[in-house]
């Protein structure tokens, strides 16, 4: 199965991209030993130099690996006709023990990357280049949850075996069940609508503060992504429920098939990218604002603030839209 078509691109990807990070955090490695903006030394030029070629196929790279999250879900999705007891992604994953933690590992990295995307984008804004050492000390820290997502997803690709029967939503996600996706499916429905349209009326009103100090956007950050954790229990323990009019079933993946109109799209994406905006915002504000930022950063900040709650509130909205076009009655 290693040959099928979408595997082979991916690992292919992978491999240019594994690539280019280590190249990266070695060049990293070099710049925050020795970057000094104030120096006009040869050293500090070609460093100036290199951070243009670097900056840009990390950009590249980053946005391809962030990507594939979509595309490794997808493919799992096709790819469940090829097991035996398989009817959707989850039970493609459940083929050997690296499935999950491939996804849960190149999940961390769309967020990781989105992060630096953010960063440098604000970082190339000003004239002295104030993040530099700050970003690149990130790439550091980044390095090996990208280099571990890519040895899952390795794994997890050598190991599929079309011999091997494996467990679906039918078995996995239900309350009866044991383990984290037990947990998650037998959530109080009450109580996850709570959290959920709470943490949303939440998550609003600390975006009042969100850009007005370093406190408030750090705050914000944290309670976006603890919204993001709420909002994805919501989705399998009542969402979901809703969405198939079914009570026991609860599977995060077959909300992504076409018989359900694609709804999981219009949930997961804007989750994911409100809460990835959010996050950025964290991460900007983690150090004081550079005077050469003054005026930009505001505004960015603002921008991402704006965007992430757009997203929230569409994913909220979406969530709402499947509560009351839905035959079942699952609130008495």
């Known amino acids: 199965m290693i040959f099928h078509p979408p595997i082979m691109a991916m690992l292919l990807v992978s491999l240019i991209s594994v690539t280019t990070i280590l190249w990266a955090a070695v060049f990293s490695f ?39 999250l979509v595309l490794y879900t997808e493919n799992a999705e096709r790819m469940s006709t090829m097991f035996v007891g398989a009817m959707c992604a989850l039970g493609t994953l459940n083929v050997n ?13 769309f967020f990781g990357a989105a992060v630096w995307i953010i960063i440098n984008h604000a970082d190339n804004n000003g004239r002295d280049y104030p993040f530099t050492h700050y970003k ?36 996995t996600f239900t309350p009866t069940s044991s383990g984290v996706e037990a ?30 100090s370093r406190c408030g956007a750090i705050t914000y950050s944290v309670a976006s992504a603890a919204f993001f954790c709420i909002g994805i229990t919501a989705v399998i323990a009542v969402i979901a429920p809703y969405i198939y009019e079914q009570i026991n079933h609860h599977c995060p993946f077959c909300i992504l098939k076409p018989e359900y109109g694609y709804i999981g799209y219009w949930l997961y994406l804007p989750v994911f990218a409100g809460t990835a905006a959010a996050i950025g ?11 050469s930022l003054n005026g930009f950063l505001s505004v960015y900040l603002h921008k991402l603030k704006l965007f992430s709650i757009g997203c929230y509130t569409l994913f909220t909205a979406v969530c709402l839209y499947a509560i009351f076009h839905s035959n079942l009655i699952l609130l008495g």
């Not at 023990?97 to 990295?109: N, R, W």
């Not at 915002?281 to 005077?291: D, F, K, M, N, T």
Request: proline share 4%.
């Open 30 to 68: 070099h710049l925050v030993r020795h970057w000094d903006v104030a120096s006009g030394h040869t050293t500090q030029i070609n460093l100036e130099k290199k951070t243009y070629l670097i900056s840009t196929a990390l950009v590249l790279v980053l946005v391809i690996e962030a990507l594939s």
């Open 183 to 212: 947990d998650l499916a037998g959530t109080n429905p009450v109580v996850a609508l709570v959290l959920l349209f709470g943490g949303y009326a939440s998550v609003v009103g600390l975006a009042t503060f969100a850009v007005k």
């Open 97 to 109: 023990t690296y499935g999950y933690p491939a996804l849960l590992m190149k999940i961390l990295v």
């Open 136 to 171: 690149y000390l990130y790439l550091i820290g980044f390095t090996p949850v990208f280099l571990i997502a890519a040895a899952l997803q390795l794994l997890y690709f050598l190991g599929l075996n079309a011999n091997v029967i494996t467990s679906c939503c039918s078995s």
């Open 281 to 291: 915002i964290g991460a900007l504000s983690v150090r004081p604002q550079p005077e």
